[in-house]
């Protein structure tokens, strides 16, 4: 065993003779996450270049840092994006409570579109850009690394000759993982993400199940594939599809894992990287340790919205503001926005908290989230029961799966009085089924084999050390989808069978007619 | 980095405050396989107690050992035993060549059910023995380990109320891990194990495999899983699904991975530990090592048929030897028959060789085996090119996926002359390609995350320590055939629309007589 674990760590320390990584473009929590990856890379003697678009939130190029830059301008510009943002929160948080379904279609559609045309616009900064493409080009990348969710990263590897890692989330019903990368997501088991279902399902939730897959397929197909082969054809002079691109990609490392995700299939080139931007919580603020002792036996709770969301209406913040108010706990509660009235003397609002150090602080009894999944994932590394009041996207289905799990309690914030958020946390601190489940998710996420960003990392190398990952490939990938399923020999089978039933009985009528002719001929000669 | 690696480290070095782990009978290269981990559990402070039969050719319990010993009397004799093997290899390697498909079939027929009949009297004096299942029952044990060829090990772990591992190599086209482990096989391009088909197949090789499942299928539920529901019932009193009971084990260690298998979709309890066996090559004995040396430039060719074929026909004993005598190399030929005529003087015979050892020599430049999965891995990991000669079982399907790799040549026994093997061991000697392949497959045999060993040791302690590892198991297994593939929503969907369209006809029809009517009375009002 020794042998095997100094092989290990010498494989672990080995790849030191630099490899040079090309980072695509990304933002918002895509960017939080992928960042640790990174700084592993760079600790372990890679050299890691990260394209930049002069318009993002959370990349800046002129930051001093230990990555290397490869700005590009784009011709979007930073007001058009936070205004999109700050318009899609508003529809997502509250303009949806009050809209029919078919309004709430279209406007989602329409955000749809404006995204896929600025994703575009981003993309084409970089491909069609002669000085660009040629500093990539010059720039013998060994492996392009890429959140999907900006696409085109598969056009530029393609365009490069360079393997391709995917570090992905999710995508709406799984369109991507299951239609381009391959990877089998039967209905009857495997809740399409967003869909708010767990992996037990009922007849009518596997047929709602059925019918999402297909919606969110449809919706794929008509606002997003179409958009892109037209445009990949366009860059590459000839007809392509930018999902067989995708599904080009070497490695996917999916940001989830068993204690968050329910147990699905997969496929050996998708591994389960949940909680890559965990870590061991670090010492407190001295003012904010004080804060946090003062509360005694009780203990604290955590309270943040997450980095999008600064704000609330008066009347939410000022409801939060009083539910919070009678817990015993103290409260740290991260908010930007005007000092709510009620505010108990329990509650500090702060405009920016160390998230992972409070949970991993021994005094917290609970975590009040907006449910993203990089939050829930700190929550389960430090074992910390949560209350989750979704905002949109992922959040309410994330919120789903800890409920699920037994390890939270979700407060919907449309239908939420002081009340009942108060109740909910008491019922995580009170109730101690929620610490032991989430206790439990928390042993699950630690007792791996190896952790999620040594497991991202080894597969980044991998794929750096053998240029790409072609042996975890299936050959799903050559056939149709009627090849796939079979069903083209099920159609042959199925016409071997009438075939043989046809002649079968067609023989049988022929000798009954022969019968009874000769019965006539005989009876006409008596 | 350091400190996942110092986490890592202490993870496989804490465990050893001792389980208790009770090991299913087992025999042949079975045994070979399962003794190196449970070695490595008996390195990690861990109590390894083996059930062993009365009747086995390759346990021993008087042997002095460091594992315990739980021996149980079987009413099969060692005489039995031997006759069945060698009339099976007899059929297997000479008598299937002289055959119709009819005669194989029931010869075929016949063998699994002598053999299952000879699996359940062993099964019968385990279960249905007071006296062992007291002692297993007092002894605490945290999981109970089995390979599941010699059944009944599910039925014990349910009766003891233990967590169980399995550790695998194949089912006939993966009934049992399709069936009862719920793990997915499209067989448009999962080739069933000992169909001899690659993962690349066009439509009458997809054919075949679907009709291969469905034989196959039909076979196993004929004869083993109608006998074994019957007894299992009969055990427990009431009712009892064999196939259902092998699907609760915990964790499926698969003893593949994609240096020999083609990939393909897995579940979160199916680990692919292909490999275990294999280790570093020791020096060899001081008269081998010389006669090795003598091989100069040449190199040399180890030739090993395996363990169960101790001899051959003289006249293809006679016919290998003059082939082997028109090599440049030096032949370790292990073979237990009579000297044949025309052994060359590069030719020496042996009762047994160091098989892993000789693989892994510098001198040795190919091998000649009957391709059993444990010496392909020893092969693979050596990175040694392979001439295969299957005998029976899976090696002719083993060999079919080291030639789809490109790392061997098959010759068949049938039709083997002394050119065609000469030809073949020069082919694979010469022909650099094989040589570049088998390196690949041995790239990728050991550039993984963990060595096999280590990851089934991680696993079989991690259900230890958590009980068993639910958390992994797919809802799958609570779902029938057709709701897992959704053929009662399709069909639900599908009434829907049948009933849509006839509503819509019928109205349009009853419009067009409105219609009509309305015109006929107004032409005869006119």
Redesign the interface.
Known sequence: ?KL??T???L??LSAANGGKILVWHTDGSHWINMKPVLE?LV??GHQVTVLVPSTSMFMNSSEPSRFRYEPFNVSVSMEFKKKFIEEFLLFSIYEVNHMSYLQIYNKFIGFIRTNMDYFLKFLHRVVKSETIMKKLKKGNYDVLFADPIYPGSDLAADMLGIPLVFSLRFSLAHNWERMCGQL?A????VPGIMSKLT??MD?SE??WN?LFYALQDVVMRNLMWRELDKYYSEVKGTPTSACELMGKADIWLMRTY??FD????????FK?VGGIHCKPAKPLPEEMEKFVQSSGDAGIVVFSLGSMVKNLTTEKANMIASALAQLPQKVLWRYSGEKPKGLGSNTRIYDWIPQNDLLGHPKTKAFITHGGTNGIYEAIYHGVPMVGIPMFGDQPDNMVHMEAKGAAVTAKLKFMTNESLRDAVNTVINDKSYKENVMRLS??HH?R???P???A??WIE?TM??KGAK??????H??TWY????L???A??LIIDLLLIFILFKSCSFCFKRCCSRKKTKRKAE
């Open positions: 065993m095997h674990i092989f290990f760590v494989l672990l592993t600790d372990r089998p039967p209905p009857s088991f992996d037990k007849f596997r047929l059925v068993w204690d329910f147990p699905r299939p997969l496929l050996p080139n389960f042993r699950i007792d084999p190896m952790s960003r040594d497991e990392v080894f991998f050390r053998n042996h975890l490939r299936v050959q799903a050559k056939l090849q796939y399923h079979s083209d020999v099920l042959f089978l």
